[in-house]
Each structure stands twice: as C-alpha cells, then as structure tokens.
C-alpha cells in the first residue's frame, strides 16, 4: 500500500529535539502540527495520529490542550488509531474518561519498566525493558474499558483501549535529547550528576529495544486501514477487549 499518512500533534513547545526524534523513528509521511500555538489539523484526513511529549500538563486550563483535546477526541471517534507518548499518553488517557495526576515525584533517567500483559505494541520487547522516562504527573487511572500494558514502581506506563495505545516512557529518545532534557530541569546538583551519568551508549542500546513500539504501531495501523468495507478483517484486541514535567 501507499506509504501511511500520520499526523504528529508536536505538544513540545518548539522542542527541535522532538521534531527530529519522531521524524526518525516513524517510517511514514509525516504531517507536524505544533499543537501549543493552538494549530491542529483541518480535517481528519489521516492513517493514524502520534502525540508527543510536553511541558505542560493535560489538566491545566490552557486553550490549546483544550483545542488539542476536542480535535483527537474526534479522531477517536473516528476509530483513527492513536499512539501517544509520555504526555500523549496522558492525554490521550483524559480524552477517553480516565484520570491524570501529579503523582507527587519526578521520574526522570533510564528507568527498567514491567509488561503486564503481551499486547502486539511490545511484540519482540522483552518482559522487562529499559526505556528513558520523565514525568511528575501519571495516569492514575486508566479510561473505562482500556487494557494496562505496562508498568514500574511509579506509575502505568502503558495502555490500549480498542484503537487507542499510549505509552508514559520514551522510546524515541536519544542521548542527545536526554541530556538537553536533564540540563533544563530543576534538578540538585546531585541528582543531575546521577542522571547524566546514566546517560551511556550502553544504557542507550539497551533502550533501543523499546523503539519497537513505532514500528509495531504502524503495523497495526496498516492493518486496519487496509479493512475490507464490510469491516471483516479480524484485529489484534491484546488480552481484554513537578507538576508540567511530562516531557
């Protein structure tokens, strides 16, 4: 088929580092939209939707998430499927009823995380994995009816509910990003140390296994977009039908 057209709603706050990192690892024609000058897409003309990381959190009472909101909202309604990433995750969590907090600490660093159940998102990721992770706030609850995938002591770190995954850590991360990421933060000289000392080539081969997520999403994405008419085709439904800091 034609190559998969995706939208990306860039909630990064002109972050170049995002940009590049989701141009890289999403094998698609890619149509960017910085959500945080309240710049959505027209129309709903696209394969699937990606959601990016932010500053912001999904709770607070800005426009543009508002905006941001209602548009993917009405890409869920239109069985458009979705992936979102770090905040993504969290919005996309709120859109589809379920609870998004400050989880009362900062997670930040390559951190080891805990599959729950085998979903066809983590096909060929092991058990337990590394991914790079920042966030204070989480999805305390999930939406009514979604799937938990993923978790590790601080919170969820992914979901699915039908077409809709969501993932808390980062999987497209790389050192570079992670350390521009670190040094912005307002972190103790101490932790800062630790943190940017964790940032190896070791430790970032060990997380390229987690990129698998892209990859399998646009597998799936394939799949239900090539969907005979009469909807027959049988898709994949897993086992079961400082607060801003989310990026």
């Known amino acids: 088929m034609s190559q998969l057209r ?10 170049e580092n995002t940009t ?12 960017e939209y910085d959500v945080t000058t309240g710049t ?12 990016t990381g932010s500053r912001s959190s999904v709770y607070w009472d800005d426009d543009w998430i508002d905006a941001t909101k209602s548009w993917v909202a009405g890409a869920v309604d239109r069985d458009i499927p979705c992936l979102g990433v770090c905040w993504g995750h969290q919005l996309l969590a709120d859109v589809l009823g379920g609870t998004v907090e400050d989880m009362g600490a900062y997670e930040v660093g390559y951190s080891e995380i805990e599959r729950t159940t085998d979903s066809r998102l983590f096909d060929g990721i092991d058990e337990t994995f590394t991914a ?11 939406p009514p009816g979604a799937t938990p995938l993923a978790k590790n002591e601080y919170s969820n770190h992914g979901f699915r509910r039908d077409r809709v995954f969501g993932v808390q850590f980062h999987p497209e991360y790389d050192p570079k990003t992670a350390r521009s990421l670190v040094h912005r933060k307002n972190l103790s000289d101490e932790r800062l140390e630790s943190v ?11 997380a ?25 085709i049988e898709v994949d439904a897993d086992t079961s039908a400082e607060v801003g800091c989310s990026d």
């Open 196 to 206: 940017l000392a964790e940032i190896t080539a070791e430790n970032y081969r060990a």
């Open 208 to 232: 390229c296994e987690a990129k698998l997520v892209f990859e399998n999403f646009l597998e799936f994405v394939r799949e239900v977009s090539s969907t005979p008419a009469d909807g027959s």
């Open 132 to 142: 790079f992770t920042s966030h204070s706030d989480e999805v305390s609850e999930l």
């Open 40 to 51: 959505v897409p027209d129309d709903y003309g696209f394969d699937a939707v990606v959601i």
């Open 20 to 31: 590049r990192n989701f141009r890289r690892e999403l094998d698609a024609s890619l149509s």
């Open 6 to 15: 995706i939208a990306v709603l860039n909630a990064a706050h002109q972050d």
